[in-house]
Every structure is written in structure tokens, then in C-alpha cells.
């Protein structure tokens, strides 16, 4: 399993939390700045979603919880 896979995990099993870059990099024990450009592409893909507060929450997209079940 890539780590970009990894982060949508991670993001699927805490879909309950709402997770800034930095919890879900501590989560996953990766730099902030590796997780940051995995969810940057990720959302470019439409995987997830980002908040517009700071710091920026994640969230799984609906297309994402759909194609994981």
C-alpha cells in the first residue's frame, strides 16, 4: 500500500474526527510536509475535502467513502 493510500485510510477509519494536516501526519508517523502534499493531490483528485478555517480540516469526499466500501 502507497502512503498517499495510507492517508485516505487513515482519513476513513477517523471519519467521525475532524483532522488537521498535523494530527493526521502524527497519526500516520510521516512529516507534516509529505502528508500536506499527499492531501494537496488528493484534492486535486476530489478524495477529500478541505476546509476553508485554520488551520484546514480534512474530510473524506462522498466519492471517496463510496469507492472505499
Known amino acids: 500500500m502507497k502512503a ?6 487513515f482519513l476513513k ?5 475532524e483532522l488537521n494536516t498535523e494530527q493526521i501526519a502524527h497519526g ?3 512529516s507534516r510536509s509529505v502528508v ?7 484534492y486535486k483528485q476530489n478524495k477529500v475535502n478541505k476546509s476553508t ?3 484546514v480540516v480534512w474530510t473524506l469526499s462522498e ?3 463510496l469507492l472505499m466500501k
Open 53 to 55: 478555517t485554520r488551520p
Open 28 to 30: 500516520l508517523n510521516l
Open 13 to 17: 477509519q477517523n471519519k467521525s474526527k
Open 36 to 42: 500536506s502534499g499527499y492531501l494537496a493531490k488528493l
Open 63 to 65: 466519492k471517496s467513502c
Open 4 to 9: 498517499i493510500d495510507n492517508v485516505l485510510a
